[in-house]
């Protein structure tokens, strides 16, 4: 194109025009319009002959825009210049994945030298921590891997929750937190599905509410309703609904992203002294998505969080669960009037479980009693064990199924 002063005016309405006509709005911007303007032309492209601009057409495809100055008056006065469009969406899209790629692998690094730092500390600590590094370092992998199932069972709520409630009501304790009980009394007692997953999901997300409340109550709630046109056709089936709130620091919106991301921690500084992995939740989804469910978050920042999610399970029998935390509380109260009636630090006994947190729970109810306790998490490991030694007594969880061919074995020797 090439002007002078008297056509200036029409040649700008032209660009205009054809500005609007080949990119789309989007893309649109006072900069734009700034550098096709040719009032001020000559003062803005003095030291160069050429300006690149990347936009959209209106069928959102990515065009590289370019502005050239072809011919200049002796004066150094733009006499003409070029509009050259080129079709890079191909190339656009292709480089803006690569470069997501690589954001994505430098924000996974960072995330993994920070999990690396936290599990240097935590292997520095003893006892039950570290079991719960390793523990949640297998399943990941497993995962991962492909190789984590789902085992149905027919198991008993009530035993779940009582198991969930010792634990966490211990933990609460430590830090001085009210633990709130609203479990449904009409809920079934008996269902079929896997309750070791269930146990793990719900025990994540207990442990997580504890950890990250400083003052307050963390309330634990277990509900269902009746499930209809279940897709595999089997009858009786229904919903189990379990939420867990706190009134903990809350998630700040910014940082839900990080909430289920492999060995990211929210707010890594203000919980640097908070223990944990990075994992946990990354599993807790993982396993609902394998599960058929999801985990719903709802937060408000500085007042607290709920986490909850509900399971698809049929019933084996309708009989109610019925007041539960009255029942719990009155064994409470009973345990607390309790006292070990004998000690027996020469007594050597082996404890046959499959879930860690049973076996967690064993040997704490027996710590006054001073009786040495040894475990094993499975059929083989027992065998093992007590091939090598001689047990005054072995407790053996008769659920496990390594651990019933034991003992079809020993009855038919």
């Given at each position: 194109m090439s002007w002078t002063g008297n056509n200036e005016a029409g040649l700008q309405r032209a660009i205009d025009h054809m500005i609007h006509a080949i990119i789309d709005e989007s893309c649109i911007d006072d900069d734009l319009m700034e550098a096709v303007q040719m009032s001020t032309i000559n003062e803005r492209m003095r030291d160069t002959d050429l300006w690149t601009r990347e936009v959209m057409n209106p069928e959102r495809q990515w065009r590289r825009g370019r502005l050239i100055v072809s011919k200049r008056e002796p004066d150094g006065r733009i006499a003409r210049v070029l509009f050259l469009t080129e079709d890079i969406d191909r190339e656009k899209r292709d480089r803006d994945r690569?470069?997501?790629?690589?954001?994505?692998?430098?924000?996974?690094?960072?995330?993994?030298?920070?999990?690396?730092?936290?599990?240097?500390?935590?292997?520095?600590?003893?006892?039950?921590?570290?079991?719960?590094?390793?523990?949640?370092?297998?399943?990941?992998?497993?995962?991962?891997?492909?190789?984590?199932?789902?085992?149905?069972?027919?198991?008993?709520?009530?035993?779940?929750?009582?198991?969930?409630?010792?634990?966490?009501?211990?933990?609460?304790?430590?830090?001085?937190?009210?633990?709130?009980?609203?479990?449904?009394?009409?809920?079934?007692?008996?269902?079929?599905?896997?309750?070791?997953?269930?146990?793990q999901v719900a025990t994540n997300i207990l442990t997580n509410a504890v950890k990250y409340t400083e003052k307050g109550s963390v309330t634990f709630c277990v509900d269902y309703e009746k499930a209809e046109g279940d897709p595999a056709g089997e009858a009786d089936q229904i919903f189990l609904r379990v939420a867990v709130k706190d009134t903990g620091i809350g998630i700040k919106e910014a940082d839900m992203g990080k909430l289920f991301s492999q060995f990211d921690r929210i707010e890594?500084?203000?919980?640097?002294?908070?223990?944990?992995?990075?994992?946990?939740?990354?599993?807790t989804v993982k396993l609902l998505e394998m599960m058929g469910s999801s985990l719903e978050v709802e937060s408000e920042y500085g007042a607290g969080s709920t986490f909850s999610f509900r399971l698809r399970q049929r019933v084996v029998k309708w009989e109610p669960l019925g007041d539960y935390e009255?029942?719990?509380?009155?064994?409470?109260?009973?345990?607390?009037?309790?006292?070990?009636?004998?000690?027996?630090?020469?007594?050597?006994?082996?404890?046959?479980?499959?879930?860690?947190?049973?076996?967690?729970?064993?040997?704490?109810?027996?710590?006054?009693?001073?009786?040495?306790?040894?475990?094993?998490?499975?059929?083989?490991?027992?065998?093992?064990?007590?091939?090598?030694?001689?047990?005054?007594?072995?407790?053996?969880?008769?659920?496990?199924?390594?651990?019933?061919?034991?003992?079809?074995?020993?009855?038919?020797?």
């Open positions: 690569l470069i997501d790629m690589s954001e994505r692998a430098v924000a996974a690094n960072e995330a993994k030298s920070s999990f690396l730092s936290n599990m240097s500390h935590e292997i520095r600590t003893p006892g039950n921590t570290l079991l719960g590094l390793i523990n949640d370092i297998l399943d990941f992998s497993k995962i991962e891997a492909g190789k984590m199932e789902i085992l149905p069972v027919e198991y008993d709520l009530s035993s779940v929750i009582n198991d969930l409630v010792t634990m966490i009501q211990t933990r609460a304790d430590e830090k001085g937190l009210l633990l709130k009980l609203e479990i449904s009394e009409e809920i079934p007692k008996l269902l079929y599905r896997d309750e070791v997953r269930i146990k890594e500084t203000r919980n640097r002294k908070i223990e944990g992995t990075g994992l946990g939740m990354n599993i009255a029942a719990y509380r009155a064994a409470l109260s009973n345990r607390e009037k309790y006292q070990e009636k004998f000690t027996a630090p020469d007594a050597l006994v082996l404890v046959v479980d499959d879930t860690p947190m049973n076996l967690t729970v064993f040997k704490s109810l027996l710590r006054q009693t001073q009786v040495q306790i040894e475990t094993a998490e499975s059929g083989e490991e027992a065998i093992r064990l007590a091939a090598g030694k001689k047990y005054d007594m072995i407790f053996l969880d008769h659920m496990m199924p390594a651990a019933g061919l034991t003992r079809k074995r020993r009855r038919s020797a």
